[in-house]
C-alpha cells in the first residue's frame, strides 16, 4: 500500500508539472533542454539586474569570486615594462602577454603585493586558487583594482619631491574618476572593492577617499584607524628580498648557527624605528652578537642572507613604521625572528601563532641593558629546534609565486579577503536601511 501511494504522489507531481510547463508555454518556445527552471519559479530566481538586492552569498570553503576592473595599462603593466606604454588598451591582459616581475627591480619588489593579486586573477587552469576570475561582476564577491599603487610611488616620485611624483597623484585622481562612474561601486561605496596599498607612502594624496574598501597593507603605521584596521583590512607580508634556504638539512643547526643574534641593517628610523638606534649601544661587546648598520646593496643582502642563515636568532626592530622586510627574510631564512615593535600587525595571525615560531620584546624591555641577550640564552636547545622546524614548515606562506600554489602568500591573502566579505555586506546593508546614520557612535 505505502509503495503504491508513493509511486501515485510520483505520477500526479510528474503530470501536475508538464501541464504547468504546457500552460506556462515554456514548450514551443524552446526545448526542454534549454529550460531555465529557476525563472519559473520566483524562490529559485536570481535577478542580475540589482546584485544588492540579491546577493550570492560568499561560500566558506570555495573560492573567492573575484571581478578585475579592465584598467588602462598605464594603471599597472605600463609601470613594468615600457613595450606596455604603446599597447592599445583594448588589448586584454592575459596569462600569455602578462609581464614577469622584473630582475632589476630591486627593493621595489618587497612591496609587489599588487602584482601578485592581478596575476593570480589571470591564471589559466590553476586549481589551487582561493580566488578565481569572473568575469560577469553581478556573480562577483568582490571586486579587485588592479592599480599599482606602490609601484607607483616607487617609479613616479619615490623621493616626494620629485617633479615626478605629480604623475603618482594624476593617477590616484584619475582610478577615482574610474571608479566613481562603475554602478558597482556607487552601490556598496566601494566597500566590497579590494585595493592594494602595500607600501607605506601607496596612495598617499588620496587615500581617505577610498577607506572604506578592503585595502591590503603592510601594516597600520601610517594610517588612522578611522581609514584602515582590522575588521576590514587585511595586513599582507612584505615579499622576501632574501633567497629562501631551501637545503636547510645541518644535522645540528643549533650548534652549526654561532651567532646568537643578528641584524644587519639601516640604524636611522623614524617613529618607532629610533629603538634601532639605541639598540647598537646596548648590543655592543657580545662575541655572539652581530649589530651591523648597513644599506640595501646586491652585497649587503647577499651578506645579511649568510649571517640570518648563520644565526639562532635575527633581530626585528620597527622601521620607518612597525613592520619591516627583514622579519619575512629571517623567516625564509629558519632565523627564530626577535620581534621589537609595540604597534605590529602580522599577516594571517588567525591561522598562525606568531609565538611558537618567534620571540617578542617590548620596546621598553629591549632597551634595558643586557635583558633581551639574557633571555635569548634562557631559550633551551629543544625549544629552539621546535621554533626552527617550524619555520621550514610555514615558510611556503610566504611566498609569491606564479602560479599560485596551495596555502601560499598570494592564496592566504584571497583567504583573508573571504574572511572580510561579511562584515563588508553587514556595513552595506545596516547603511542601506539605517534612518540615522551610524547612530551607535
Not at 75 to 89: E, P, R, T, Y
Not at 150 to 165: A, Q
Not at 168 to 196: A, E, M, N
Amino acid at each position: 500500500m505505502i509503495s503504491k501511494s508513493i509511486i501515485s504522489l510520483i505520477i500526479f507531481i510528474i503530470i501536475t508539472f508538464t501541464v504547468y510547463l504546457f500552460t506556462t508555454g515554456s514548450f514551443g518556445a524552446r526545448s526542454i533542454s534549454t529550460v531555465d527552471f529557476r525563472s519559473q519559479f520566483s524562490f529559485l530566481s536570481s535577478s542580475t539586474n540589482d546584485r544588492n538586492a540579491n546577493y550570492a552569498p560568499c561560500r566558506t570553503g570555495s573560492p573567492l569570486r573575484v571581478f578585475m576592473y579592465d584598467l588602462p595599462k598605464r594603471f599597472n603593466v605600463a609601470m613594468l615594462s615600457k613595450k606596455f606604454a604603446g599597447i592599445d588598451d583594448g588589448i586584454p591582459l592575459t596569462a600569455k602577454n602578462f609581464p614577469a616581475w622584473p630582475d632589476n627591480s630591486g627593493l621595489k619588489q618587497q612591496h609587489s603585493v599588487e602584482y601578485w593579486l592581478m596575476a593570480s586573477l589571470l591564471c589559466e587552469n590553476c586549481t589551487d586558487g582561493e580566488a578565481v576570475r569572473v568575469l560577469d561582476p553581478d556573480l562577483a564577491d568582490v571586486f579587485f583594482v588592479p592599480f599599482f599603487s606602490s609601484l607607483s610611488f616607487n617609479t613616479h616620485g619615490r623621493n616626494m619631491t620629485d617633479p615626478d611624483t605629480e604623475l603618482d597623484r594624476q593617477l590616484q585622481v584619475d582610478i577615482l574618476k574610474f571608479l566613481r562612474k562603475s554602478i558597482y561601486w556607487q552601490k556598496t561605496d566601494g566597500r566590497d572593492h579590494v585595493i592594494p596599498m602595500h607600501h607605506p607612502n601607496a596612495f598617499r594624496f588620496l587615500r581617505d577617499e577610498v577607506n572604506a574598501s578592503i585595502l591590503i597593507v603592510a601594516d597600520f603605521g601610517r594610517y588612522s584607524k578611522l581609514m584602515s584596521n582590522l575588521r576590514k583590512d587585511v595586513v599582507a607580508p612584505y615579499m622576501h628580498v632574501m633567497e629562501s634556504f631551501l637545503d636547510d638539512n645541518s644535522p645540528d643547526p643549533y650548534n652549526s648557527r654561532t651567532t646568537l643574534l643578528f641584524f644587519k641593517g639601516r640604524t636611522v628610523r623614524k617613529s618607532e624605528g629610533v629603538v634601532r638606534a639605541k639598540l647598537e649601544k646596548i648590543l655592543k661587546g657580545y662575541n655572539d652578537v652581530h649589530y651591523e648598520a648597513s644599506y640595501a646593496t646586491g652585497e649587503s643582502i647577499k651578506a645579511s642572507s649568510k649571517g640570518m642563515r648563520s644565526s639562532k636568532f635575527c633581530l626585528n626592530p620597527a622601521g620607518d613604521t612597525p613592520s619591516s622586510n627583514r622579519l619575512f627574510d629571517a623567516i625564509v631564512s629558519h632565523c627564530v625572528p626577535v620581534i621589537v615593535s609595540d604597534r605590529i600587525e602580522l599577516p594571517f595571525e588567525d591561522e598562525l601563532d606568531y609565538k611558537k615560531f618567534s620571540v617578542f620584546f617590548s620596546i621598553k624591555e629591549a632597551l634595558i641593558p643586557g635583558y633581551m641577550v639574557q633571555q635569548l640564552r634562557k631559550i633551551p636547545k629543544e625549544k629552539w629546534l621546535e621554533m626552527w622546524k617550524l619555520l621550514k614548515q610555514i615558510t611556503h606562506h610566504y611566498e609569491y609565486q606564479y602560479p599560485p600554489k596551495k596555502d601560499d602568500a598570494v592564496n592566504m591573502i584571497w583567504r583573508q579577503v573571504r574572511n572580510k566579505v561579511p562584515a563588508e555586506r553587514l556595513a552595506v546593508h545596516r547603511a542601506r536601511r539605517l534612518k540615522v546614520p551610524d547612530w551607535w557612535r
